[in-house]
């Protein structure tokens, strides 16, 4: 092909034009990758890319893997050039907590077939156990989504070892599919990003002075009307009394104690979920205390700078609770490990017809508080509106929505707009919610053989050959996918001060159960957070197990069965 010689269109495509662009300027351009990489045909290089990267997968050969890194941003250089740079955005108070307003729930008035919720109404359906690529999505785009899924373990220990920024590298179109990367390259990327945003701001010491008796009220006093960047200094704290710079050893005493004390009951900010009797969740009966609104803006400033400064808080929410700070919508599902007994009542509803119930159900809500008992409509005139087959999709979705979101509405715009005036949403909605403990609390310490003498068997043995392989798999976990696997069968990661023998469960100490599942070993293995449960089908192989295991801890939203 003759390269020399370009034809007429092109020689007027490189000619000074009417923007007075040159002739130079024009050739400055940079190639259209996808479409040299369809003329070359590289589809069989990818392939045989593809199939390396699966060898090493297995081989776990660091150094093989730097030997193929150009190859696979080559690849993503290629295939991800879809990516358009998108202006910064600024967050509005408004756009931050859009999530937990008041909306008419998506639900279709078509009735549902007796077996379970439709999957197509994104509430009651279950998040996804793998990335979803939609198909109108560009053919490049789905190419390098794909492989990205495929090879993520690879990609991971690329994205480890590299001293490039994740946005400014070859990868940088993994900013916007964050679902492949691991927790700790997810943490990195967070990482350099708040300080990209604090970029030019000056950060000074800032004194807290507090009596040791009351912590919280005194933090309060001294630190309510900082403005966010104020907040953003390096605290040293001043313990009234005593002597002694604070080096850190104060600062992390510090919030220690203040993480202990927003669950103190004399505020009345948070109470304990009646699912596992561990996690913490909104009081919706907050309003006792006439500050609590203020409160809880306060305690969203000091849980976010806790993350800004990568200090670890003794404290543990719920999983709505986390999905609230995320951004993302709560399911029916989330139910569970907040009200199990509830939760129940609402499968029976859905699996059943609305006729065997025995009694009429209307469009409300009984709310204890104080002792009285108060009637709540879920839409106007609820208490006057039966619910039917065709509508109790609708009934449970409002009945969810207003136990975890509109019971609690005020109070979580007040923690959210705290929270978010340290991290922005958009930067602190790139982490799951397990993933968003594991950052506000830390990695926990599991003993392996703690848990395994505290262990109860159902239609397993000891000695069953599964077992064995699920004591060995566990073993073989890193930290990080042992505390998945903790909060997956508990749903969370803390961990008993008196080890796993005082491990709580929803009606109290609970150990940790092994349920053999008869069905399909085709299944992932699903977990009861409220008896601290783990079902568990008798896989063929030790591989298959450790495979199965993995994929549902890395994806827990997943992994909670109906019971």
């Given at each position: ?148 899924e495929t090879h993520r373990t690879v ?212 709310v204890q508080e104080f002792g009285v ?191």
């Open positions: 092909m003759d390269v020399d010689q370009p034809s007429p269109s092109t020689q007027d495509t490189q000619s000074t034009g009417s923007d007075g662009n040159s002739q130079g300027e024009k050739e400055e351009r940079p190639p259209d990758l996808p479409l040299l990489s369809e003329q070359l045909s590289l589809d069989e290089l990818w392939d045989m890319l593809g199939e390396c990267l699966k060898e090493l997968e297995e081989s776990h050969d660091q150094h093989a893997v730097l030997v193929l890194q150009p190859a696979v941003e080559a690849f993503f250089l290629v295939h991800a050039t879809e990516r358009e740079s998108k202006p910064p955005v600024r967050d509005t108070r408004e756009s931050q907590l859009a999530h937990i307003k008041d909306e008419p729930p998506p639900l279709s008035p078509a009735p549902l077939t007796p077996a379970t919720p439709s999957s197509l109404d994104p509430f009651f359906s279950r998040e996804p156990s793998s990335m979803h690529i939609s198909s109108s999505l560009p053919p490049d785009t789905q190419k390098f989504l794909r492989f990205a990609l991971n220990q690329i994205l480890r070892q590299s001293t490039t920024h994740l946005a400014d590298g070859p990868f940088a179109v993994l900013v916007d599919y964050i679902r492949v990367l691991d927790f700790d390259v997810k943490r990195k990327y967070f990482r350099q990003e708040l300080e990209r945003l604090d970029e030019g701001l000056r950060k000074e010491d800032m004194a807290v002075h507090v009596r040791r008796d009351h912590v919280f009220e005194d933090s309060y006093r001294e630190l309510h009307r900082k403005s966010p960047e104020e907040m953003k200094n390096r605290l040293y704290i001043v313990f009234e009394g005593e002597e002694g710079q604070d080096a850190g050893g104060l600062l992390r005493e510090w919030y220690m104690i203040i993480s202990r004390e927003m669950f103190n009951p004399m505020y009345a900010l948070f109470r304990t979920s009646p699912g596992d009797r561990v996690t913490y969740t909104i009081n919706p009966s907050s309003h006792c205390n006439p500050n609590h609104l203020s409160y809880f803006k306060f305690v969203g400033r000091i849980v976010a700078k806790a993350v800004y400064d990568n200090r670890l808080l003794e404290c543990y929410f719920t999983r709505s609770f986390y999905k609230h700070i995320l951004g993302k919508s709560v399911r029916y599902t989330d139910m569970e490990s907040e009200d199990y007994h509830f939760y129940q009542g609402l499968v029976y509803l859905l699996e059943n017809d609305v006729s065997t119930l025995g009694y009429d159900l209307t469009f409300s809500t009984e008992c108060e009637v709540r409509d879920l839409k106007p005139n609820g208490a006057n509106i039966l619910v039917t087959e065709e509508n109790k999709k609708e009934y449970v979705h409002l009945v969810c929505q207003m136990r975890m979101t509109g019971a609690i509405r005020k109070q979580l715009a007040a923690f959210l707009e705290g929270f978010y005036e340290i991290i922005p949403k958009r930067l602190i909605s790139i982490f799951t919610e397990q993933e968003l403990e594991l950052l506000i609390s830390g990695l926990p310490t599991i003993d392996i053989d703690d848990l395994k003498s505290n262990t109860e068997y159902h239609k397993y043995q000891s000695n069953s050959i599964q077992i064995q392989w699920f004591w060995r798999a566990l073993r073989s976990f890193d930290q990080a996918d042992r505390a998945k696997f903790l909060q997956f069968v508990t749903g969370t990661s803390k961990v008993p001060l008196q080890g796993f023998a005082a491990l709580e469960g929803m009606n109290g100490i609970q150990k940790f159960q092994i349920h053999r599942d008869d069905r399909s070993t085709d299944r992932l293995p699903s977990a009861h957070t409220c008896f601290n449960q783990l079902d568990l089908p008798a896989y063929e192989s030790f591989e298959k197990l450790r495979h199965m295991l993995l994929l549902a801890i890395q994806e827990c939203s997943e992994g909670f069965g109906l019971a």
